[in-house]
């Protein structure tokens, strides 16, 4: 099997990123419904051997702008655009329900702005509905939330947010849909001496330059081969792979376990790896948890941190924030992302998990929980 057709064989869950040009057919400006058909029969099938999905699609402006009536005009100011998404949005879900439906798959909107997915708290609760979404067997078809973003904030294409979903859901495979089967040498429509590139290891210089030299823009979307390795830098050190490959096919991922040419960028490292290293790494840590000995020992061993099993809280911090861990030497053991603000923590620091809702009114359940724990500091 190719290097594409194993990567989508093997990933456990897999971000799809649909672009506009797919979806939306270019003559009437309607969704392509024939297209969108084939393509979740396709998804279904990876559904159906276990493989878990998120789509990340385009196509509100594109077909909002038919909804409005806007579709004489060759562009749009900022406020129609957002307009334009507002009423596109809505298509563009009942399409997606009505193509899954057939095969006994519900679907449920996600929008999403770049803070959502940089403000920590914001991120967390977006992971968590997610992950309850895909627990309960729906998938997840997330865009921007065109309406209430700025020029300066908006992500702009959906290649980028959709390595951004990719790193939220702890995807292994993110798969962009593209107008072209892969990254080559050059761009093939100009110089015929371009060669297809079957994988990358590592983006280097020359990749980077590759990309920007074949630069290929679909006409509807906006992304060019230079998002989608942006997009697959983002994925990379998420530990995600990418996969780009031609989008325009009836069941495109059919094809590429057939041997279709894709291109796949691999993965720097295993996504809860690359989370952990993430944690212990790059987040400035905010505040201090000291822990029992029993509770230093439960870490060590993979286990989640118990408010039971702490000591003293230094703060201050939100919830979501990256703390630091220590024991009762002073030792710093792990970091971790904790689940209460510093004031909840020390209301609940040495109360075992059933006392939780008592004194606070709520539970987020562990202080920290084991995936959120990079230990070993
Ligand atoms: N969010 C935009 C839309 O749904 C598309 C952005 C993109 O295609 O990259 O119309």
Redesign the pocket.
């Known amino acids: 099997m190719s290097a594409s057709g194993g990567a989508l064989s093997r990933a456990k869950r897999i971000v799809f990123k649909v ?2 040009a797919l979806l939306v057919d270019a003559a009437t400006g309607a969704a392509d419904r024939a297209w969108l058909d084939a393509f979740c029969a396709d998804v279904a099938r990876l559904r159906a051997r276990g493989q878990q999905v998120v789509v990340v699609s ?5 077909l909002g702008r038919r909804r409005l009536g806007l579709t004489g005009r060759k562009s749009l100011t900022l406020p129609e655009k957002q307009a334009a ?1 507002a009423a596109g949005q809505s298509v563009l879900m009942r399409a997606w329900e009505e193509a899954l439906e057939p095969h006994g798959v519900g679907a449920a909107q996600i929008l999403l702005t770049r803070d959502d997915t940089e403000v920590r708290r914001r991120w967390l609760n977006a992971r968590a509905t997610a992950e309850t979404l895909i627990a309960l067997n729906v998938v997840p078809v997330v ?2 939330n ?1 309406t209430v973003v700025t020029e300066e904030i908006r992500y702009g ?3 980028r947010l959709a390595a951004r979903v990719a790193q939220m859901v702890g995807a292994d495979l993110l798969v962009l849909l593209s107008d072209i089967d892969g990254l080559y040498t050059a761009d093939p429509r100009r110089d015929p001496s371009a060669t297809h590139i079957e994988r990358v290891a590592e983006i280097t210089p020359e990749i980077a330059a590759m990309a920007e030299g074949a630069n290929a823009s679909a006409g509807v ?3 060019g081969m230079a998002t989608k390795i942006a997009a697959a830098r983002i994925a990379r050190a998420a530990g995600c792979a990418t996969l780009i490959t031609l989008g325009s096919r009836p069941a495109p991922l059919q094809a590429i376990e057939d041997g279709a040419l894709a291109t796949v960028i691999e993965a720097g490292a295993s996504p809860a790896a690359a989370y952990k290293a993430w944690i212990a790494g790059s987040l400035a840590p905010q505040g201090w948890l000291t822990v029992d000995a029993g509770a230093a020992v439960a870490l060590a061993s993979g286990k989640s941190l118990l408010a039971a099993g702490v000591r003293a809280v230094e703060g201050p911090f939100d919830k979501g924030d990256a703390v630091r861990v220590r024991d009762e030497t002073g030792r710093e053991v792990a970091r971790g992302l904790v689940r209460y603000d510093s004031a909840d923590a020390h209301k609940i620091a040495g109360l075992r998990s059933d006392a939780i809702e008592a004194e606070l009114g709520f539970t987020e359940g562990p202080m920290i929980h084991a995936d959120d724990l990079a230990v070993g500091g």
Not at 58 to 62: E, I, N, P
């Open positions: 672009g506009s385009s196509g509100a402006v594109a998404a865009n921007e065109d294409d959906n290649d979307g906006t992304g």
